[in-house]
Protein backbone atom coordinates (compact mmCIF):
# COMPACT_ATOMS: atom_id res chain seq x y z
CA UNK A 1 0.00 0.00 0.00
CA UNK A 2 0.96 3.23 -0.94
CA UNK A 3 1.61 6.30 1.80
CA UNK A 4 1.78 9.47 1.78
CA UNK A 5 4.01 11.97 4.82
CA UNK A 6 2.93 15.19 4.92
CA UNK A 7 2.60 18.26 7.02
CA UNK A 8 0.52 17.69 10.62
CA UNK A 9 -2.67 20.18 11.09
CA UNK A 10 -5.34 20.54 14.06
CA UNK A 11 -7.47 18.01 12.08
CA UNK A 12 -4.73 15.59 12.68
CA UNK A 13 -5.03 15.94 16.67
CA UNK A 14 -7.89 13.52 17.63
CA UNK A 15 -6.10 10.80 15.27
CA UNK A 16 -2.19 11.56 17.17
CA UNK A 17 -3.46 11.41 20.41
CA UNK A 18 -5.09 8.11 19.80
CA UNK A 19 -1.90 6.86 18.52
CA UNK A 20 -0.01 8.29 21.29
CA UNK A 21 -2.54 6.92 24.14
CA UNK A 22 -1.92 3.14 22.62
CA UNK A 23 1.37 3.72 22.74
CA UNK A 24 3.10 5.23 25.82
CA UNK A 25 2.71 4.41 29.47
CA UNK A 26 3.15 8.32 30.05
CA UNK A 27 1.88 9.89 26.74
CA UNK A 28 2.66 13.56 25.97
CA UNK A 29 -0.84 16.09 27.11
CA UNK A 30 -3.35 17.01 24.62
CA UNK A 31 -1.74 20.68 25.00
CA UNK A 32 1.73 19.68 24.09
CA UNK A 33 0.80 17.72 21.26
CA UNK A 34 -1.03 20.56 19.60
CA UNK A 35 1.53 23.06 20.72
CA UNK A 36 3.84 21.71 18.76
CA UNK A 37 2.07 22.87 15.48
CA UNK A 38 2.86 26.57 16.86
CA UNK A 39 6.59 25.54 17.64
CA UNK A 40 8.64 27.47 15.65
CA UNK A 41 11.17 25.02 15.53
CA UNK A 42 9.00 21.84 14.99
CA UNK A 43 8.77 20.05 12.35
CA UNK A 44 5.64 17.77 12.62
CA UNK A 45 4.56 14.90 9.86
CA UNK A 46 1.74 12.46 9.17
CA UNK A 47 2.14 9.13 7.82
CA UNK A 48 -1.11 8.79 5.80
CA UNK A 49 -2.51 5.49 4.22
CA UNK A 50 -4.16 5.68 0.77
CA UNK A 51 -7.51 5.19 2.52
CA UNK A 52 -6.87 9.03 4.05
CA UNK A 53 -6.23 6.86 7.42
CA UNK A 54 -3.47 8.26 9.58
CA UNK A 55 -0.84 5.43 10.79
CA UNK A 56 2.08 7.53 12.49
CA UNK A 57 3.52 11.00 13.43
CA UNK A 58 6.90 12.07 14.30
CA UNK A 59 7.85 15.60 15.72
CA UNK A 60 11.28 16.74 14.90
CA UNK A 61 13.45 19.78 16.03
CA UNK A 62 15.76 22.18 14.70
CA UNK A 63 17.92 24.04 16.96
CA UNK A 64 21.19 25.45 15.19
CA UNK A 65 22.26 22.92 13.32
CA UNK A 66 21.45 20.16 15.56
CA UNK A 67 18.24 17.88 15.04
CA UNK A 68 16.30 16.27 17.73
CA UNK A 69 13.38 13.40 17.65
CA UNK A 70 10.84 14.82 20.29
CA UNK A 71 8.54 11.74 19.22
CA UNK A 72 7.64 9.09 16.80
CA UNK A 73 4.77 6.53 16.70
CA UNK A 74 2.99 4.22 14.37
CA UNK A 75 -0.69 2.80 15.56
CA UNK A 76 -0.04 -0.92 16.81
CA UNK A 77 -2.17 -2.03 13.65
CA UNK A 78 0.58 -0.95 11.55
CA UNK A 79 3.55 -1.90 12.67
CA UNK A 80 6.46 -3.42 11.00
CA UNK A 81 5.23 -2.57 8.05
CA UNK A 82 8.22 -0.14 7.34
CA UNK A 83 5.81 3.12 8.21
CA UNK A 84 8.12 3.75 11.12
CA UNK A 85 11.42 3.74 8.72
CA UNK A 86 9.24 5.87 6.15
CA UNK A 87 8.44 8.64 8.36
CA UNK A 88 11.92 9.15 10.23
CA UNK A 89 13.62 9.48 7.18
CA UNK A 90 11.62 11.52 5.75
CA UNK A 91 11.70 14.06 8.82
CA UNK A 92 15.76 13.44 8.99
CA UNK A 93 16.11 14.26 5.57
CA UNK A 94 14.10 17.10 5.77
CA UNK A 95 16.78 18.88 8.51
CA UNK A 96 19.84 17.87 6.99
CA UNK A 97 18.34 19.63 3.81
CA UNK A 98 17.95 22.37 6.13
CA UNK A 99 21.26 22.70 7.28
CA UNK A 100 20.77 20.09 10.13
CA UNK A 101 24.24 18.21 10.65
CA UNK A 102 23.37 15.43 14.02
CA UNK A 103 20.20 14.60 15.34
CA UNK A 104 19.89 13.26 18.76
CA UNK A 105 17.27 11.24 20.72
CA UNK A 106 16.20 9.70 24.19
CA UNK A 107 15.20 6.02 24.12
CA UNK A 108 14.00 3.34 26.72
CA UNK A 109 16.82 1.02 27.27
CA UNK A 110 13.79 -1.95 26.58
CA UNK A 111 12.55 -0.31 23.31
CA UNK A 112 14.32 -2.71 20.86
CA UNK A 113 11.84 -2.09 18.29
CA UNK A 114 12.70 1.72 18.37
CA UNK A 115 16.51 1.38 18.84
CA UNK A 116 16.25 -1.28 15.92
CA UNK A 117 14.52 1.57 13.68
CA UNK A 118 17.65 4.41 15.07
CA UNK A 119 20.31 1.79 14.50
CA UNK A 120 19.65 0.99 10.73
CA UNK A 121 19.30 4.95 10.21
CA UNK A 122 23.34 5.37 11.70
CA UNK A 123 22.19 6.20 15.04
CA UNK A 124 24.83 5.00 18.53
CA UNK A 125 24.32 5.13 21.58
CA UNK A 126 25.76 7.86 22.81
CA UNK A 127 25.36 8.27 26.91
CA UNK A 128 22.75 6.74 29.83
CA UNK A 129 20.58 9.12 31.42
CA UNK A 130 19.91 7.47 34.63
CA UNK A 131 16.01 6.90 35.96
CA UNK A 132 15.17 9.09 33.03
CA UNK A 133 11.40 7.44 32.58
CA UNK A 134 8.74 6.85 34.99
CA UNK A 135 5.83 4.17 34.80
CA UNK A 136 8.04 2.19 34.78
CA UNK A 137 11.18 4.05 36.21
CA UNK A 138 13.82 3.29 33.71
CA UNK A 139 17.46 4.38 32.15
CA UNK A 140 17.02 6.41 28.67
CA UNK A 141 19.65 6.00 25.92
CA UNK A 142 21.17 9.01 24.55
CA UNK A 143 21.60 7.92 20.63
CA UNK A 144 23.32 10.40 17.79
CA UNK A 145 23.03 10.48 14.10
CA UNK A 146 26.02 12.23 11.82
CA UNK A 147 24.67 13.30 8.79
CA UNK A 148 27.74 11.19 7.12
CA UNK A 149 27.15 8.22 8.83
CA UNK A 150 23.62 8.59 7.63
CA UNK A 151 24.79 8.97 4.12
CA UNK A 152 27.07 6.66 4.17
CA UNK A 153 24.96 3.73 5.23
CA UNK A 154 23.24 4.61 1.78
CA UNK A 155 20.29 6.96 2.31
CA UNK A 156 20.44 9.51 -0.02
CA UNK A 157 19.27 13.32 1.05
C1 LIG B 1 9.42 2.34 17.00
C2 LIG B 1 8.34 2.36 15.92
C3 LIG B 1 8.04 3.82 15.56
C4 LIG B 1 8.88 1.63 14.67
O1 LIG B 1 7.93 1.77 13.64
P1 LIG B 1 7.57 0.55 12.64
O2 LIG B 1 6.76 1.11 11.55
O3 LIG B 1 6.99 -0.58 13.42
O4 LIG B 1 9.03 0.12 12.15
P2 LIG B 1 9.42 -0.32 10.66
O5 LIG B 1 8.47 -1.38 10.21
O6 LIG B 1 9.56 0.88 9.80
O7 LIG B 1 10.83 -0.99 10.88
C5 LIG B 1 12.05 -0.32 10.53
C6 LIG B 1 13.20 -1.00 11.23
O8 LIG B 1 13.02 -0.88 12.65
C7 LIG B 1 13.50 -2.07 13.29
N1 LIG B 1 12.39 -2.76 13.95
C8 LIG B 1 11.06 -2.57 13.72
N2 LIG B 1 10.34 -3.38 14.54
C9 LIG B 1 11.24 -4.08 15.27
C10 LIG B 1 11.13 -5.05 16.32
N3 LIG B 1 9.93 -5.47 16.75
N4 LIG B 1 12.26 -5.52 16.88
C11 LIG B 1 13.48 -5.09 16.48
N5 LIG B 1 13.66 -4.16 15.50
C12 LIG B 1 12.55 -3.67 14.91
C13 LIG B 1 14.09 -2.94 12.20
O9 LIG B 1 15.46 -2.58 12.05
C14 LIG B 1 13.30 -2.50 10.98
O10 LIG B 1 13.98 -2.71 9.77
P3 LIG B 1 13.80 -4.13 8.99
O11 LIG B 1 12.33 -4.28 8.76
O12 LIG B 1 14.60 -3.93 7.74
O13 LIG B 1 14.32 -5.17 9.92
C15 LIG B 1 7.06 1.60 16.40
O14 LIG B 1 7.43 0.34 16.88
C16 LIG B 1 6.27 2.33 17.47
O15 LIG B 1 5.43 3.18 17.18
N6 LIG B 1 6.53 2.01 18.75
C17 LIG B 1 5.79 2.62 19.87
C18 LIG B 1 6.21 4.06 20.06
C19 LIG B 1 7.70 4.17 20.33
O16 LIG B 1 8.30 3.34 21.02
N7 LIG B 1 8.29 5.28 19.83
C20 LIG B 1 9.70 5.55 20.01
C21 LIG B 1 9.94 6.22 21.31
S1 LIG B 1 11.67 6.64 21.52
Known amino acids: MSVT ?17 ASFSVP ?3 QSLAAELDNPVARYYILEKEDGSVAGYADVWLI ?8 IAIHPSARGLGYGEILLRTAMEALFR ?3 TSFFLEVRQSNAPAQGLYRKLGYEALAVRKD ?23 HSL
Open 5 to 21: VRQACREDLPDIIAIEE
Open 28 to 30: WSH
Open 64 to 71: ADEGQLAF
Open 98 to 100: EGC
Open 132 to 154: YYSQPVEDACIMHCQKEKYQWLG
